[in-house]
């Protein structure tokens, strides 16, 4: 089972006895991102018997299931792995315009600088443009949502213009407030709670990015759009309240 199955879209490897992962592509990339977030709303949409739940990354999306259900099912294949791969291979082929893009566009106000966003200077000095500049450049892109990570409801974001590309701290802080949007290389993200992290933290968005009492926690899924906007303090302080 270490051999990958090929299919027009992606590859199927076996993860483990439980899960299988689809690789779309080896780069970074908006329409692989796409893809990925397409494919999982399909399958979520059209689930087999035992599929439990489905992990998106940058490259690839993860399936995992419950084998003794999958194999109790009507599924053509002698095992496990051969069930879902041939489930997914024929949702692939005979399902591929189902599921229209759910994805949104979501701006994210943010308040840059001053003590909510303490590195924006630093970022500044690194990148050799002006504090406006680098604001503006920021807001300009349009930036998706490549996958959830590192903590529930983290974003990591694609589409940053790459002359903002900037080192992540040489130590990290103890604590990052919610809310911080920073940059670490050619990415940015915003963090949902507080948590130790090492990311330039240029600004700060006093939306709740992450509330487990929400029917959807997390205020940013796989395959959403993002736009961020400045706001002055009175504006984010009058947000805050």
């Given at each position: 089972?270490?051999?990958?199955?090929?299919?027009?879209?992606?590859?199927?490897?076996?993860?483990?006895?439980?899960?299988?992962?689809?690789?779309?592509?080896?780069?970074?990339?908006?329409?692989?991102?796409?893809?990925?977030?397409?494919?999982?709303?399909?399958?979520?949409?059209?689930?087999?018997?035992?599929?439990?739940?489905?992990?998106?990354?940058?490259?690839?999306?993860?399936?995992?299931?419950?084998?003794?259900?999958?194999?109790?099912?009507?599924?053509?294949?002698?095992?496990?792995?051969?069930?879902?791969?041939?489930?997914?291979?024929?949702l692939?082929?005979?399902?591929?315009?189902?599921?229209?893009?759910?994805?949104?566009?979501?701006?994210?106000?943010?308040?840059?600088?001053?003590?909510?966003?303490?590195?924006?200077e630093?970022?500044?000095?690194?990148?050799?443009?002006?504090?406006?500049?680098?604001i503006?450049?920021?807001?300009?892109?349009?930036?998706k949502?490549?996958?959830?990570?590192?903590?529930?409801g983290?974003?990591?974001?694609?589409?940053?213009?790459?002359?903002?590309?900037?080192p992540?701290k040489?130590?990290?802080r103890?604590?990052?407030?919610?809310?911080?949007?920073?940059?670490?290389?050619?990415?940015?993200?915003?963090?949902?709670?507080?948590?130790?992290?090492?990311?330039?933290?240029?600004?700060?968005?006093?939306?709740?990015m992450?509330?487990?009492?929400r029917?959807?926690p997390?205020?940013?899924?796989?395959?959403?759009?993002?736009?961020?906007?400045?706001?002055?303090?009175?504006?984010?302080?009058?947000?805050?309240?």
């Open positions: 089972m270490s051999i990958p199955h090929t299919e027009q879209e992606f590859k199927i490897y076996a993860l483990n006895e439980q899960a299988v992962t689809l690789v779309f592509g080896h780069e970074i990339h908006g329409t692989t991102a796409s893809k990925i977030s397409n494919f999982g709303r399909l399958l979520n949409s059209k689930p087999f018997m035992g599929f439990t739940n489905s992990v998106p990354a940058y490259t690839t999306l993860s399936i995992f299931y419950d084998v003794l259900r999958v194999m109790k099912s009507d599924l053509p294949g002698e095992n496990g792995f051969d069930k879902v791969s041939n489930y997914l291979k024929s692939k082929s005979n399902n591929q315009n189902d599921v229209s893009d759910a994805s949104k566009l979501i701006t994210l106000p943010v308040y840059y600088g001053g003590e909510y966003g303490p590195d924006l630093e970022v500044s000095g690194i990148t050799n443009f002006s504090i406006e500049e680098l503006n450049l920021h807001c300009a892109a349009t930036y949502v490549y996958m959830i990570g590192f903590v529930p983290f974003a990591y974001l694609g589409g940053m213009d790459e002359r903002l590309a900037s992540r040489l130590k990290p103890a604590a990052v407030p919610a809310g911080s949007v920073g940059i670490a290389g050619k990415q940015t993200g915003v963090y949902p709670l507080e948590t130790p992290g090492g990311w330039q933290i240029i600004g700060q968005t006093p939306l709740k992450f509330d487990a009492n029917p959807q997390s205020l940013l899924k796989a395959g959403d759009e993002v736009k961020f906007q400045s706001l002055s303090l009175q504006e984010f302080n009058d947000l805050r309240r």
